[in-house]
């Protein structure tokens, strides 16, 4: 089973690294979803200013310096997929901070937004703002949300604007990214689908196939 699991996470990573030969750097807000262009694979993290729960500004560089980290991209505490997704990470949360990974993930929403997450979840690691789009947009991942999702949303009583305290109507393509000491990446995941997304199991044995 474990071979299995590591064969999958391999198939995963030379897609991730298919795709991102693909991408043109010079993109750095997509129309739509699919045509986002994640960072590269062996790529060194780029800066990105996000926002603690305190609202203080930390480029991500700083936050993940000198230790092995798994940064991961969701949409808001809004989203339920993104909801189901934090849940079951939580079932490996021990598994990855036991290999020494420091687990940072990143949202649209605006700081005082967090809390409810982390309230919700009950979660160890750290929830930080990218209500600006900085690090979305440096991963290669944000993209415009048209009027008519905007409403769909709003229909839903999901308001972007009231979540991320801004009118840009920007969103990451759920993403996860393993990054190593020297903040290169390593793995990652990006699927313009946003009820696709990575396993704990998979996320797990990749983390274990490149500590």
């Given at each position: 089973?474990?071979?299995?699991?590591?064969?999958?996470?391999?198939?995963?990573?030379?897609?991730?690294?298919?795709?991102?030969?693909?991408?043109?750097?010079?993109?750095?807000?997509?129309?739509?979803?699919?045509?986002?262009?994640?960072?590269?694979?062996?790529?060194?993290?780029?800066?990105?200013?996000?926002?603690?729960?305190?609202?203080?500004?930390?480029?991500?560089?700083?936050?993940?310096?000198?230790?092995?980290?798994?940064?991961?991209?969701?949409?808001?505490?809004?989203?339920?997929?993104?909801?189901?997704?934090?849940?079951?990470?939580?079932?490996?949360?021990?598994?990855?901070?036991?290999?020494?990974?420091?687990?940072?993930?990143?949202?649209?929403?605006?700081?005082?937004?967090?809390?409810?997450?982390?309230?919700?979840?009950?979660?160890?690691?750290?929830?930080?703002?990218?209500?600006?789009?900085?690090a979305c947009q440096a991963f290669g991942i944000a993209f415009?949300?048209?009027?008519?999702?905007?409403?769909?949303?709003?229909?839903?009583?999901?308001?972007?604007?009231?979540?991320?305290?801004?009118?840009?109507?920007?969103?990451?393509?759920?993403?996860?990214?393993?990054?190593?000491?020297?903040?290169?990446?390593?793995?990652?995941?990006?699927?313009?689908?946003?009820?696709?997304?990575?396993s704990g199991k998979l996320l797990l044995e990749a983390a274990?196939?490149?500590?």
């Amino acid at each position: 089973m474990k071979n299995r699991f590591v064969l999958t996470v391999l198939f995963v990573l030379q897609l991730s690294t298919l795709g991102s030969l693909m991408a043109e750097d010079k993109i750095k807000i997509a129309k739509t979803a699919v045509e986002v262009c994640p960072i590269k694979i062996g790529a060194t993290v780029p800066n990105a200013l996000i926002r603690s729960i305190e609202g203080k500004e930390t480029d991500l560089k700083e936050i993940i310096k000198d230790q092995k980290a798994i940064v991961i991209f969701y949409r808001g505490g809004w989203c339920p997929y993104c909801n189901l997704h934090l849940s079951e990470l939580q079932n490996i949360e021990d598994d990855l901070l036991k290999l020494g990974y420091k687990i940072v993930a990143i949202s649209m929403d605006k700081p005082e937004k967090l809390s409810e997450t982390i309230n919700k979840h009950n979660m160890k690691y750290e929830l930080y703002s990218d209500s600006k789009a900085n690090a979305c947009q440096a991963f290669g991942i944000a993209f415009t949300v048209d009027d008519h999702y905007i409403q769909k949303l709003k229909s839903f009583n999901m308001d972007l604007e009231t979540s991320s305290g801004e009118t840009h109507h920007i969103l990451p393509v759920p993403a996860v990214f393993l990054i190593d000491k020297a903040g290169s990446i390593k793995f990652e995941f990006v699927n313009p689908d946003y009820k696709a997304r990575i396993s704990g199991k998979l996320l797990l044995e990749a983390a274990k196939l490149f500590q």
